[in-house]
């Protein structure tokens, strides 16, 4: 099982959580994850991984055109901000007693 993920399956990064990217064209930057997709092991984040894409006329946009979006990238390219560190960081699951909770592996915050 990978370290991502919990005995559950369930990533280890949710929705809702803020990112710092470790690889690829946006590497440094953070950001909030807007979608996680589980099947494809992919996450979508606020304003990064910009795409433009061309979209036909609709009858909600008559217009048409060129519509810049989010695209979604590989979940083992981010690391989850710890608030403390100030940086991604990787992520250790404790349970604490009936619950799991995400902790920094660096410092011990519970995340």
Known sequence: ???EQM???KFLIRKGDMVQIIAGREK?????VLRVVRDKNRIVIEKLNMVKRHTKPTQT?????????EAALH?????????????G????AKIKGENKIRS???C????
Do not use: D, F, H, W
């Not at 946009?61 to 979006?69: C, Y």
């Not at 979940?75 to 901000?81: D, E, G, I, K, T």
């Open 61 to 69: 946009k008559p217009q048409g055109g060129i519509v810049e979006k």
């Open 75 to 87: 979940y083992s390219n981010a690391l989850l901000l710890c608030p403390k560190c100030n940086r």
């Open 108 to 111: 011990g915050t519970e995340l």
């Open 7 to 9: 005995e559950t399956g």
């Open 89 to 92: 960081v990787r992520i250790a």
């Open 28 to 32: 440094g930057k953070t950001g909030k």
């Open 1 to 3: 099982m990978a370290l």
């Open 104 to 106: 920094c592996k660096k």
